[in-house]
């Protein structure tokens, strides 16, 4: 499995070197953050660090949700501002994902009982950022506003692989039906069986798009039966 194009060089995907003008969207440089409304695709997915915070329960009621993007965001920027003006390399802050598991994973297809669902949700952030980086942004955060839940986050990679993703233009309680569909017959059919968690890209700004035209990446690992 290759890296990013970005993963570890002074290059940026168009083969120039960075300069602090340069302002990379990773939704566009990497492949598997594209996907098709309608259309079932077999992806390999690279290793990708992101920027942790786990939970449970209902995201609708469950005070963990909002709390883990209160601290996700704040350290996630101090970050991007950080690696602007220490490295000289800008970067778009990518949007929210999450990954979603339950120990009877018809609690996504069938049931939808949310209260059932663990979760963590992540922001992607790029390999050069390390783990000093990642401690001086929490301090940075912890002395500038609430500390509340900052213990929580984390800073970790996120080895997928052969996944199996789609584009999902809806509400998320519409989900069910194309994730059956992925799960019961298009995995199976194509010789593979689900692995991993279940995972979400959240393409659309919640604040701003209708629940009927959000985009969202449906993805789920999966390995050779």
Same mark, same amino acid.
């Given at each position: 499995m290759s890296p990013p194009a970005w993963a570890g060089g002074d290059k940026n995907? $168009?083969?120039?070197?960075?300069?602090?003008?340069?302002?990379?969207? %990773?939704?566009?440089?990497?492949? *598997? /953050?594209?996907?098709?409304?309608? =259309? %079932? $695709?077999?992806?390999?997915?690279p290793d990708l660090q992101y920027l942790m915070v786990d939970g449970h329960g209902d995201p609708n009621n469950s005070p963990a949700y909002p709390a883990a993007l209160g601290v996700l965001y704040p350290v996630a /920027?101090?970050?991007? &501002?950080?690696?602007?003006?220490?490295?000289?390399?800008? /970067?778009?802050?990518?949007?929210? $994902?999450?990954l979603w598991w339950a120990d009877d994973?018809?609690? &996504?297809?069938?049931?939808?009982?949310? *209260?059932? @669902?663990? @979760?963590?949700?992540?922001?992607?952030?790029?390999? @050069?950022?390390?783990?000093?980086? %990642?401690?001086?942004?929490?301090?940075? =955060?912890?002395?500038?506003?609430?500390?509340?839940?900052?213990? $929580?986050?984390?800073?970790?990679?996120?080895?997928?692989?052969?996944? =199996?993703q789609t584009l999902h233009i809806g509400s998320f309680d519409d989900e069910a039906p194309v994730l059956k569909q992925m799960h019961e017959q298009f995995i199976p059919e194509h010789g593979l069986h689900m692995v991993g968690k279940h995972h979400e890209v959240y393409l659309s700004d919640l604040r701003k798009v209708e629940p009927a035209k959000l985009r969202t990446i449906l993805r789920q690992p999966v390995r050779a039966s």
């Open positions: 995907p $168009e083969g120039r070197s960075p300069a602090v003008s340069d302002k990379i969207d %990773f939704k566009r440089t990497i492949a *598997s /953050y594209r996907a098709k409304h309608g =259309v %079932f $695709e077999i992806v390999d997915v /920027y101090k970050l991007k &501002f950080a690696s602007k003006r220490d490295l000289g390399r800008d /970067y778009v802050v990518p949007p929210l $994902e999450g994973m018809t609690a &996504f297809t069938a049931a939808r009982d949310k *209260s059932r @669902w663990d @979760w963590t949700l992540m922001l992607l952030t790029p390999d @050069w950022i390390d783990q000093t980086m %990642f401690e001086a942004a929490v301090d940075q =955060v912890r002395t500038s506003s609430a500390s509340a839940g900052l213990d $929580e986050v984390r800073l970790s990679v996120l080895s997928e692989g052969r996944c =199996v």
